[in-house]
């Protein structure tokens, strides 16, 4: 059974930065990619980053240049470095594995974690 647990949410000043943590049990595979979202009661999901089997990443434009994710296989944790943060970055943020494609397009996630809370203060 796989779970995601993340960590490392919490309350900042804007400016300041904050590194989330996810740490994957059970088995996914080299071929599974991850991704960080973020959901306000306001908004609908976003995708915030993503990083692909090959390591490739991608960035939504409003954190691009701001936030990095990382991601340790041995380890089998998902970083992600926010770092410039502001107060439209206030959101629960959910760990994500392996990914689900309809017609090539990413339509989400098999597995989730339960979500960490970051706000940020002006």
């Known amino acids: 059974q796989v779970q995601l647990v993340e960590s490392g949410g919490g309350s900042v000043q804007a400016g300041g930065s904050l590194k989330l943590s996810c740490v994957v049990s059970?088995?996914?595979?080299?071929?599974?990619?991850m991704g960080w979202y973020r959901q306000t009661p306001e908004k609908e999901r976003e995708l915030v980053s993503s990083?692909?089997?090959?390591?490739?990443?991608s960035y939504s434009d409003s954190v691009k240049g701001r936030f990095t994710i990382s991601r340790d296989y041995a380890k089998k944790t998902l970083d992600l470095q926010m770092n410039s943060l502001k107060t439209e970055d206030t959101a629960a943020y959910y760990c994500a594995a392996c990914e689900i494609y309809r017609g090539g397009n990413l339509v989400g996630y098999s597995y989730w974690g339960t979500g960490t809370q970051v706000t940020v203060s002006s």
């Open positions: 059970g088995y996914i595979g080299r071929g599974c990619g």
């Open positions: 990083i692909m089997y090959d390591d490739t990443t």
